[in-house]
């Protein structure tokens, strides 16, 4: 079963940074589309990135599109969700997950996903 581990998680005030990195052992990580979603108490779990396994096509959730970017790193075997001008909404946990269910390309529904890590906090405070 594939492993999955999110890191770079923190605390960080409005306007600031953050780069997350999902990382996978044993496996190789260009075989799967991946998945960014986040989550806050009391809601549901929401896409907000993903990249196909090829690296060819991204998609970015509407309210962090020109703020966040996923990339990926075959050399480090790891996917990146670059985070820029992070607001207060964006605080949940995030997490990362893999997908075979795509040939190419990716969707940002978190039903499409079976590998998750256990998550990373990302907290948007003044």
């Known amino acids: 079963q594939l492993q999955l581990a999110e890191s770079g998680g923190g605390l960080v005030q409005p306007g600031g940074s953050l780069r997350l990195s999902c990382a996978a052992s044993?496996?190789?990580?260009?075989?799967?589309?991946i998945g960014w979603s986040r989550q806050v108490p009391g809601k549901k779990r929401e896409g907000v990135a993903c990249?196909?396994?090829?690296?060819?096509?991204?998609y970015l959730r509407s309210s962090v599109n020109g703020r966040f970017r996923i990339d990926r790193d075959a050399a480090k075997n790891t996917v990146y969700l670059q985070m820029n001008n992070l607001e207060p909404d964006d605080t949940a946990v995030y997490y990362c997950?893999?997908?075979?269910?795509?040939?190419?390309?990716?969707?940002?529904?978190?039903?499409?996903?079976?590998?998750w890590g256990p998550g990373t906090q990302v907290t948007v405070s003044s």
């Open positions: 990249i196909s396994a090829d690296g060819s096509d991204t």
């Open positions: 997950a893999a997908s075979t269910t795509f040939s190419n390309g990716c969707v940002l529904g978190v039903e499409w996903y079976d590998d």
């Open positions: 044993g496996h190789n990580l260009g075989e799967y589309a």
